[in-house]
């Protein structure tokens, strides 16, 4: 076997691997800031977050996610819950996701909103309305997908009653 070298190739293999590896360490992905803000009106949880050193124009995917859990109570025209058993509680993973550009700064500032588990099949009779009670996202992850990085998110869950209705919430509403 017989190696032929190419002074000119070798140099361009050279220069290109010196070019990609300086663009390489250049990069150095971290969060600057991370949070959570439940709205307490829609029971939705937000992550938003700050995320710097990701090189220009780079397409970076984020997920945010936790354990969710809602209850649901059917409300009469009268502005009450009829009935203790007329309310459904579910619980499940709930999750957002999304791909957000660097620009040229080399930074995403963003925020994707969680909400909570749906009713399933639960639904109220004829006459009453379906409504969002009580509330509760706990284990709270953001995570930048692409480069795989997690963000300490705070707070990491919540938990509220949303309704004035009596017998709607319970007085304690753990995580589930």
């Not at 140099?11 to 663009?23: C, F, N, P, R, Y």
Request: glycine share 10%.
């Amino acid at each position: 076997m017989k190696i032929i070298a190419h002074p000119g190739k070798i140099i361009l293999v050279l220069a290109t691997l010196v070019g990609s590896a300086g663009v390489v360490w250049a990069e150095s992905p971290h969060f600057i800031t991370a949070h959570s803000t439940f709205s307490s009106t829609a029971g939705t949880l937000t992550c938003s977050w700050k995320e710097s050193g990701l090189g220009d124009n780079a397409s970076i995917s984020y997920e945010c996610s936790a354990d969710g859990k809602a209850t649901y109570a059917c409300i009469n025209k009268g502005g009450n819950h009829p009935s203790a058993t007329n309310k459904e509680t579910v619980a499940g993973p709930v999750s957002a996701s999304g791909t957000f550009s660097s620009g040229k700064n080399g930074s995403i500032i963003g925020s994707l909103t969680l909400l909570p588990p749906g009713p399933g099949a639960f639904s109220c009779p004829p006459g009453q309305k379906l409504v969002l009670g009580q509330v509760a996202y706990c284990n709270l992850d953001l995570a930048d997908t692409t480069t795989p990085l997690d963000a300490e998110v705070a707070p990491t869950s919540v938990s509220a009653c949303l309704s004035t209705v009596p017998g709607v919430c319970e007085s304690s509403f753990p995580c589930p």
